[in-house]
């Protein structure tokens, strides 16, 4: 006896090396789990967050493009399609802008230089970044004015910015006109003039970064070139057009055309706008391994860890629907 307790007793010995490895045993497999349990919670938010992000940036593309499309052709007070004269010179794709006869022009699945691949329409050089369109993705070239008029009746509804484009209609004994700045105080009205060419670049910020996105070139606003890029939305791989020709002018589309000539662009009341869009980063464990079919292009699985999905709308070019009347 030693304290009152009995050296051989079982409340005097510690635990065997056996119950030592059961209980490591135990507490690496608790310690698994939980581990299990946290990756999988974080493999789960990554999925939903690039989910969200997906059909947000896509779904903005296609609201997008199709306000521009919807607007294409508007030109203030003036018939949609009417030649309006401009003393300003610049570069080509810039006076390729300022030519208002047509509302739209498209060009089907360039290259990376912009170039048509079925040898259809192709733009001034400047109007894209050198090589770093999205090849096999279309352009679109829209050429419109805001919504709103700067200045109508007499009222001035906002300050004219300077550097910008605005055209000046319905003035007593003058001609419409498109030049740089707006003197509210000179008859008329006046509505900014916002042509751009629409495209997906190979990249995002950087090149080589390899995240595909919409983007966009307009006039510059301190001299007659183009502006720098301004890329809009992030994860579209992919643009597809195709347009609502009316053949028999009741303004209603007979066929869909994918390479419509400039003939045919000028007869177009309705368009369609497929998009691909891809999520901005790769998700864990994910294969695509889908098919994609964009206005009767095919484009094969990639096998890559990136979500993709295809949304699309149709609308009318309505615009282009009252030149035709």
């Not at 969200?52 to 052709?73: I, K, V």
């Not at 030109?75 to 309006?84: M, T, V």
């Not at 183009?226 to 992030?234: D, G, H, R």
């Not at 347009?243 to 303004?251: M, Q, V």
């Amino acid at each position: 006896m030693a304290g009152g307790v009995y050296r051989g007793s079982p409340a005097a010995r510690g635990l065997s090396l056996v119950e030592l490895l059961v209980a490591l045993a135990i507490g690496v497999v608790l310690a698994f789990a939980a581990t299990h349990f946290l990756l999988r919670s974080k493999l789960s938010f990554l999925q939903s967050d690039e989910l969200a992000r997906l059909r947000e940036n896509g779904f903005y593309a296609l609201r997008l493009l199709s306000h521009e499309l919807t607007m294409a052709g508007h030109l203030g007070s003036e018939i949609p399609g009417a030649s309006i004269a401009s003393s300003l010179r610049g570069s080509a794709c810039f006076e390729f802008l300022l030519d208002t006869t047509s509302a739209v022009a498209h060009v089907n699945d360039g290259d990376v230089a912009g170039v048509s691949a079925s040898g259809g329409s192709s733009l001034p050089e400047d109007c894209l970044p050198s090589r770093q369109h999205q090849a096999g993705s279309d352009i679109l070239v829209v050429r419109r004015t805001s919504g709103e008029a700067l200045v109508a009746a007499g009222e001035v509804r906002a300050a004219p910015d300077a550097d910008a484009l605005y055209l000046r209609s319905r003035a007593a004994q003058r001609p419409a006109a498109i030049a740089r700045g707006g003197d509210p105080g000179v008859p008329g009205e006046l509505w900014e003039y916002t042509p751009a060419v629409f495209f997906v670049r190979s990249h995002s910020r950087i090149r080589g970064d390899g995240i595909p996105t919409l983007c966009r070139k307009r006039p510059g606003r301190t001299d007659e070139r183009m502006a720098p890029v301004e890329c809009l939305v992030e994860g579209i791989e992919n643009l597809q057009l195709e347009f609502g020709i009316d053949d028999d002018g009741d303004l209603q589309p007979d066929r869909f055309a994918t390479r419509p000539a400039v003939a045919e662009l000028r007869r177009a009341v309705a368009a369609r706008i497929h998009l691909l869009v891809r999520s901005v980063q790769p998700v864990p464990g994910h294969s695509d391994d889908n098919d994609y079919q964009l206005a009767g292009k095919h484009i094969p699985a990639s096998h890559d860890a990136y979500y993709r999905r295809l949304v699309q709308a149709t609308l009318l070019l309505r615009n282009n629907a009252v030149f035709q009347r």
